[in-house]
């Protein structure tokens, strides 16, 4: 019976209402009529989808595996060092930064008139024997993912640093201390001990990059609208336009697809707690 | 324990049941009857700004150049003459104050002869607000307010006369009292913003901002302690005025111990509050009467006998509110109207609307209503979760609305049928629904109550016979080689390029197989180019700063065109090509004579400029255009499908078409109805005089000077409306693009076939979704 309360909730404001997105993903919206598995189809044959599929796929990989390992790196650097606390604080500033001030700060960088053209102009005028420099607008060409990369990591570096170190903390010292005295070496209490000991850390920090992935979306349709570069165009620019221009049935497909998608993400890093 | 949960189970499905099958409902409700109605009062006369009521029933009325007019409460007239301001060196009055008697206080600017004595004035200091006081015995002098808490010439927005004679006056922060006599003006209390409202009950002073209600004991000097109910009213109706009126002890409050009632007039209603309670109540809801209408802002409210209410609106608007007691409480069928925008002839519609039908509520909601700064694309996609939730508008303003998408998703209904007699009989002009049509179907989905259509004017040397867009390059460049300063065109933003332009090419930009054209683009983006380069070479960076600050908004519509703004720009050069819409009937073809106003002052040089000046139909590169103003469309899912194509009759009727202009909206755009039409350019229509203040004997004189449109122009005119085919509907994605691209293309940035590839880029992701 306690349980009833907590279910009911899910049931309202989750299931319910995904099973009725499972429902229109069937039924061609305006007229209700049962189309079976045409949405789905149409998903599928959909250029935009597609573009928008690969992106979103290639962002995952290079975003999620670059933020775990640079934060992993970044947490073991920091572990044992004194300023750990302060210096741990100051990572986490980006994440406080109001999406506003992301975006104009994105802007001020990446225009072509911004401070990276600025600088690498300054650079090329100084050193001669480089071919003169032309500046680039960075969100309207093929950079565009790049920067759209280093400024979710640069966001979320510091958050994912700490849960390394929640999970760096939680083993024991006595056993790295146990292979010190037996003589192991740095890289030996790292593939033996450390590693198979954050594999619970493993699977939150992995999900929770992922998410972060979908979650910086914001960001990137408030630098570059509903249709930015085409290498930065992700599922969410499609859905967000779909909504727009009302074609919920289509929109209710590609939905269930991306659901049953992070299920499976999800199940095969459970079943990979280990890395 | 089992037991004990099949029991429990079963009385829950027995109240379930018994709620669903609706138990004890089994007699007919009966609807409750009474609520408040409002009529117009007629005024005295045309152009005031202020109403002072008075406790007998009677009101005082003021503004600019018009006399201080008293209606006493049995509707007799009394003017006061005045005509002295000029030799009081008072230029223009605001900020007025009216005592039960007649005395006038208020704040004037004065005039300056010479830019020497204006840069004296102005040396001063911020010294623009001066003061004036006149007796209700017609003694007057200059009021040289000072205090010891009162900083020179601070600006005083609201001046009141207490019963005592006192008068209070309120500037953003404190409210003061003034010593006539003295000038000595003694600051009273601080306040948090402009005190917009004073009432006075027994010796408490209550005054209001936009934040809070301050009470004040005039008699003890001190500030009482805050009323919670007033203060949460206020602070929950802060987005709009309040006004307010005392009623003292009627038969009706003598039962609640002889306080005196308080009553405070809003957008959302009339609320009625015993001095001293603890509650206010809602006697008249603001949806249902003209205190709803958004186009009016409320200035006063007054009091009657018998439960009447009067209150007066901006636009010098009057009405009686009164308690009908046959009409329902509340009307038992709603139409729902939705635009993204607000939308005046919309509202006034809903309101005739609502007369017509005192059963029905109509209930007008805009999805970017202003006060909560909702952006256009979370305004669609709130509709667009209405849509998906089954909660369908009844009647739908298409305007700044992708309308083929909602037409092509079945949420617009056909309207071929229901627009068939007005076409068969020709009321309406014909190619204006046609060029409406669209998607697969070709039906019409979207019918506009107004166009605009684009018009160019200049001198003959450089704009005649002027086609397309190379047209108007031509026509730019031959202006800028005889004039190398100064601006050729009134854009002093991109923005207001494109403003001109677009909607003369964008439906050249689709092909028949939906692709964009991009030869057609790239020719347009060369087209904005080297117009924006010619106009740009008259004038440096900071001159065009300078300008542009002038303007203030970006976003602001300068592409109203007129003979009177050609021909000011001409004198002060800064324009010689004129390019624009042609928003209104009355400043006629290109105000070429319609100007009532030319008559008055005199102008007669707009008539020799006319020999000089040609204009016509400005072309781009897709037909005849005209740009489509309320467009309504009827939903195909529309609860109350008959009420909706009722109200969209009512629109399209020439008392609508025509009303909405006599209440002075001029720039709405040319109606699509031809009677309509032609009677607003009819020199006949003495409704016109009436809403100028003319009398007959005025409008009679105008016969006298040819500054009227001839039979030629205005045929011309006719023609023009008829010729017009080719819809441009604004909001469309490509047009946004189009837009957002174009203005690096201007700035340098892309090269015109760079732009219409990038445009192209991105119309192809939306292409293929």
Redesign the interface.
Known sequence: MFLLPGFSGVMLFYLLPFFEVVRRSFVKSGNGAFVGADNYRMVFTNGAFQLAARNTLLYLAAGVPLLMGISLFLSLLLRNLFLRRKLVSAMLLPMAVPAAVMVLTLQILSDKQGLINGALTKISEKITALPAFVSIDYLNSEWAIVVVVCSFLWKNTGYMVILWLAGLGALPKEVEEAAQVDGANKWQNWHYIIRPGLSGSFFTIGMLSVLQIFKSYREVWMVAGSYPQEQIYFLQHLLQNWYLKLEFDRMAALTVILSIVLLVVCLLLQRRQHF | MKRKGRVLLYLIACTVCAALSGCGGGKEEEIPMGRYADREVKLPGAGYEYMHPCPDGGYWLFGNGVDLTHVAADGTVSREKWGWESNANIHVKFSYGISDEGAVIFGYTPMFYSDEEYEAYAAEGDSRYLYYYVSETGERHPLELYGADYRKATNLEQFAFAPDGRVYAASDSCVYRIHLESGETESLFATEGQVREFAFVGDTMLAVDGEKAYLYDMAGERLLADNTVLNDFVKSHRNGRIALTVVGQSAETAQEDSAEVLYLACRTGLYRYVWGGSVIEQIADGQMTALGDSQYNLYALQGLDDGLFRVYFSGNYMVEMYYDETLPMKPSRELAVYSLEENGRVRYAGRLFQKEHPDVLVRYETGMDGDNAVSR?DA??NL?TR??AGDVPDVIILDGM?IE??AD???LKELDGMLAPYMEEGVLYQSIPEGMRMTEKNRIFGVPMTVELPIYLGEKKYVEDMQGLAGIVSAAERARAEHPEGPLIDTPYQENLFDLLIPLCLPAWTKEDGSLDGDSLAAFYQAAERLWELDSEGMSDEERARWQQDVVNEEADLSNIMFGQYEDYYNIGETWVALGYLKNAWYGVTNLHTRMENYRNDYSYYKKLEDEVVYGRMTGQAGNIYRARTIVGLCEQAKEPELGEAFLELLLSDTMMQKWWLEGHFDGGLPIRKDSFASLLDINNLAFAEIKGWTANDISAIYKDSFWPTEEELQWLYDTMEESDCCYRPGT?LEK?VR?VGARVLEG?LTPEEGAK?VE???A??M??
């Open positions: 694309e669609l996609k667009n849509i998906l992708d998408q909602y998703k079945g949420v994605l693009n957002e940035g990038e880029r991105k119309m992701i939306a293929e979704e």
